[in-house]
């Protein structure tokens, strides 16, 4: 298996910002989209990508909520987006095409994790459904407008939680044997195979593929199954329940999490490469040989460097890419 993921010394690290990775960077011109991108990571991407002088239209299940928090932020728009329902996907899409906007930069951030087995109407688990399916629906759908930016990138959040499964070929909307973290584990590496066969059929047309790994920032609403009590046992909060910040063991701040999602779209570092899964604001190692970790998440776990190597199979990535086309009906 080839493959691209050796880094490359960007010179930034694991406590880097958002606002050290954009200096000298100019955006205006740039029109972006960022899924739930007016909270948490997603907040912190958007002010950024906006302050650096980018046009973002900001993708949201709850439109009034999301103008709320954007409010005071300067070249931002927000527009309705239910990942779970299809429909809400081809009409966001529809409405953002039919405005005649190239797409420079599409940042898939929205996500859930954890909890209780939900399936949406089509009876598709819901971490795959909206992590992985709904964002894919949405890329393929903008797929005109990326292609009018004339180099364009696609930024797909994934995570260190992708080392908790491969994908389940033969059961992947959990018909048994449901663990939440293992649905997330799945969607999450279906984040990464989706950047690489993404990369390998569209960087003829000027599109790059992205997928990146945040860090362990717990500010954010990704989990609300979560309790402070499980953040505390894990040893990511302190006993009064606030983050416990070392990004030397991958604990960061929000700016210091949003920061590798705004290298991926927008480092010049990155100009010539795509189809990699990003760490630290530079290409994470390969995980050769790599099988799904035996344990979840839970007290003294510690993430590290690396990308497991069935997250980058270019194989898997095309055999994941046809199933998705099934289950979205693009046949």
């Given at each position: ?36 991108g ?10 950024a ?21 954007l ?16 429909a ?21 951030n929205?996500?859930?994790m ?62 048994r ?68 910040i070392?990004?030397s ?26 189809g ?13 040989n ?35 086309e ?6």
């Open positions: 298996m080839t493959h691209n993921q050796h880094p490359i010394g960007t010179g930034f690290t694991a406590a880097s910002t958002t606002t050290d990775v954009l200096t000298g960077i100019d955006l205006t011109g740039r029109n972006v989209i960022v899924t739930a007016h909270v948490g990571l997603g907040l912190e991407t958007t002010r990508l906006a302050g650096a002088g980018a046009s973002v239209v900001v993708a949201s299940r709850n439109p009034d909520t999301a103008k709320k928090a409010s005071g932020i300067a070249g931002v728009e927000v527009d309705q987006l239910d990942l779970l329902d299809p809400s996907v081809e009409a966001f899409a529809a409405r953002y095409l039919a405005s005649r906007r190239p797409l420079h930069i599409l940042v898939n929205a996500g859930i954890g909890g209780d087995l939900v399936r949406d109407a089509r009876g598709y688990e819901s971490h795959l459904a909206t992590n992985h399916l709904g964002h894919f629906q949405l890329t393929n759908e903008l797929l005109p407008a990326l292609r009018a930016a004339n180099g364009a990138r696609v930024v797909n959040v994934s995570s260190f939680g992708h080392h908790l499964s491969d994908i389940r070929w033969d059961d992947p909307h959990f018909e044997d449901y663990d939440g973290m293992a649905a997330y584990g799945q969607s999450k590496t279906a984040n990464v195979l989706f950047t690489v066969e993404l990369d390998r059929r569209w960087a003829g047309d000027g599109i790059r593929g992205y997928a990146l790994h945040p860090g362990a920032i717990i500010s954010t609403n990704l989990a609300p199954s979560f309790g402070i009590d499980t953040w505390q046992a894990m040893g990511l909060a302190d006993d009064d329940g606030n983050p416990i070392d990004p063991i991958d604990q960061k701040t929000p700016e210091q999490g949003a920061s590798t999602t705004v290298f991926a779209a927008a480092s010049p570092l990155l100009a010539d490469i795509g990699v899964y990003l760490q630290d604001n530079d290409i994470a190692p390969l995980e050769e790599a099988t799904p970790l035996d344990v979840a998440f839970g007290p003294g776990f510690r993430s590290w460097v690396g990308v497991a190597s069935y997250a980058v199979d270019p194989d898997s990535a095309r055999r994941l890419w046809e199933l998705s099934r289950l979205v009906a693009r046949l």
